[in-house]
T-cell receptor, first 115, second 108 residues
Framework: GAGVSQSPSNKVTEKGKDVELRCDPI?????LYWYRQRLGQGLEFLIY????????KSGLPSDRFSAERTGESVSTLTIQRTQQEDSAVYLC?????????????FGSGTQLSVL | KNEVEQSPQNLTAQEGEFITINCSYS?????LHWLQQHPGGGIVSLFM???GKKKHGRLIATINIQEKHSSLHITASHPRDSAVYIC??????????FGQGTRLTINP
């Protein structure tokens, strides 16, 4: 596709349920990032994938959060046993390579609401 | 204290004014992004720079690595520039540390 695609755009779930969020990066982009933005707060880094290298998971807030990416394609972010504090917009971004001059391209995000 | 601090947090100006948004960071970085988040939530990457200055249209970004400071300037501001502007410092190879954002409102 022409841009970074995320699905679903909105997800409402009950506390304790698992959710899976999907990100389709721009074709050819080796770098993929997940971020979240809680209401009224700034962006928060979650995880970074670069090609076939081991991902940087240092931003994941708890072991309930995990993410997978196969090669340079789709990534899924899974949140197990969701809590109300997980409610946020989850944003995905991709770039060709993380070096000066390479811009990030963001998806439109998934609005997650945990009731 | 946040590792990346932006100022001001909110800025309101009249159309045509010269705008400056500042970003200071306390960590070692390899480069820095300036991002624009529109009222609808969409985020656009404006610049990624590691030294000196970059210009794109009415937008100018500068960075001083020694002083750990970056600025985003908007010349001849327009109401369509109204958005939240976010700086994000790149630590190490890839980890991004975000500022809290500056909400800019340009009145006609």
């Amino acid at each position: 596709g022409a841009g970074v695609s995320q699905s679903p755009s909105n997800k409402v779930t009950e506390k304790g349920k698992d959710v899976e969020l999907r990100c389709d990066p721009i074709s050819g982009h080796t770098a993929l990032y997940w971020y979240r933005q809680r209401l009224g707060q700034g962006l928060e880094f979650l995880i970074y994938f670069q090609g076939n290298s081991a991902p940087d998971k240092s931003g994941l807030p708890s072991d309930r959060f995990s993410a997978e990416r196969t090669g340079e394609s789709v990534s899924t972010l899974t949140i197990q046993r969701t809590q109300q504090e997980d409610s946020a917009v989850y944003l995905c971004a991709s770039s060709t390579q993380h070096r000066p001059g390479e811009k990030l391209f963001f998806g439109s995000g998934t609005q997650l609401s945990v009731l | 204290k946040n590792e990346v601090e932006q100022s001001p947090q909110n800025l309101t100006a009249q159309e045509g004014e010269f705008i400056t948004i500042n970003c200071s960071y306390s960590v070692g970085i390899s480069a820095l992004h300036w991002l624009q988040q529109h009222p609808g939530g969409g985020i656009v990457s404006l610049f990624m720079l590691s030294s000196g200055k970059k210009k794109h249209g009415r937008l100018i970004a500068t960075i001083n690595i020694q002083e750990k400071h970056s600025s985003l300037h908007i010349t001849a501001s327009h109401p369509r520039d109204s958005a939240v502007y976010i700086c994000a410092a790149i630590q190490g190879a890839q980890k991004l540390v975000f500022g809290q954002g500056t909400r800019l409102t340009i009145n006609p």
